[in-house]
C-alpha cells in the first residue's frame, strides 16, 4: 500500500493515528483534552527512550497545535491483541509481564509523580464523593515514603506493537514515577476489566492475565500480592476515563460502599 500523509492508521479513546511524512506518524486528540496530556506523553516517552526501552522515538511535538500532536517514528507491527491466535494468550501474558520488568528498572523518571496524576483524574464529580475520598487516602498511605520508579501504568495487550523490530510500547501518556506495584495493578485492572467490552475473549484474556501474573511473581515475588493494595486506588481513577455502563456498574459495586 502507498503511503498517504493524512491517512488514518488506527483510533482510540482519546488519540488518532495518521500518517505523516514517509516514515513516521502523527498522533493527534479526538476529544477536547488538555494540551498537558500531550507534554505528559511526550515526557514519558524521552524518559522510556534515554533509559533504552522499546518505544517509537519522539521526532517532534506541536503542543500549541490545534489540536496538539505528536510526530512519532513509524513502527511496523500488530498490537499484541491482535496475535492471540498467532503467539497464544500466555506468551502475550508473559511479553507483558517482561515488558513492565523493563520498564521498572529506570529510577527517579523525569515524569509527573504518581499521587499528582491519579490525584487529578479522583478530582472526577463524577466518581462518588465516598469513593473517591477512600482512593485519595489510599493513595497518599500507597506513596508516602515509597520507592519511585518509571512506571508506564497503562500496560496491556493494545499498548504494544509486535513486528520485526520485536515487541515495542506504545501510548506513554499516563507515564508517572510511582512504586512498581501501581504499574502491576494498573495492568491486572485494565486486562481484568477488558471483559466488559470484549466479553466473548473472555478466555483468551484470563488465559493472559494468569500468564503475565505467574511471570511477575516469578520476576519479582509478592509484587503481584502487594499490587492488589493498589485496587480501590485504580478502579476509582477508571471512572476519569469513560468506562463503558457495565464496566462502570461493576466498579461502582465492588467499591462504592
Request: a negative charge; one cysteine or more.
Amino acid at each position: 500500500m502507498s503511503w498517504v500523509v493524512g491517512s488514518e492508521l488506527a483510533r482510540g479513546a482519546t488519540a488518532v493515528i495518521t500518517r505523516g511524512e514517509p516514515g513516521t506518524v502523527v498522533k493527534t486528540l479526538t476529544r477536547e483534552l488538555p494540551a498537558i496530556v500531550m507534554q505528559l506523553e511526550a515526557a514519558g516517552t524521552q524518559a522510556a527512550m534515554a533509559a533504552g526501552l522499546p518505544c517509537a522515538a519522539l521526532l517532534a511535538a506541536d503542543f500549541e497545535g490545534e489540536p496538539p500532536s505528536l510526530t512519532f517514528e513509524y513502527v511496523e507491527g500488530a498490537m499484541l491483541a491482535r496475535l492471540y491466535e498467532e503467539l497464544g494468550p500466555g506468551a502475550v501474558g508473559v511479553m507483558l509481564a517482561d515488558l513492565q520488568h523493563q520498564v521498572r528498572q529506570v529510577p527517579a523518571p523525569a515524569v509527573i509523580p504518581i499521587e499528582d496524576f491519579l490525584g487529578f483524574q479522583l478530582g472526577n464529580p463524577a466518581i462518588p464523593e465516598n469513593l473517591a475520598a477512600a482512593a485519595l487516602r489510599d493513595l497518599a498511605r500507597l506513596t508516602a515514603r515509597s520507592e519511585r520508579v518509571l512506571c508506564h501504568m497503562d500496560l496491556h495487550d493494545a499498548n504494544v506493537l509486535y513486528g520485526p523490530r520485536g515487541p515495542v510500547i506504545i501510548d506513554w501518556m499516563n507515564a508517572s514515577a510511582a512504586p512498581p506495584e501501581a504499574d502491576v495493578a494498573r495492568t491486572r485492572v485494565v486486562v481484568g476489566h477488558e471483559r466488559f467490552n470484549s466479553p466473548d475473549e473472555e478466555q483468551a484474556l484470563t488465559e493472559m492475565l494468569d500468564a503475565y501474573l505467574r511471570r511477575t511473581e516469578e520476576l519479582v515475588p509478592g509484587l503481584v500480592g502487594a499490587s492488589r493494595e493498589w485496587d480501590r486506588v485504580l478502579a476509582a481513577a477508571r471512572l476519569d476515563e469513560h468506562p463503558g455502563p457495565a464496566e462502570r456498574e461493576a466498579i461502582l459495586a465492588r467499591w462504592s460502599r
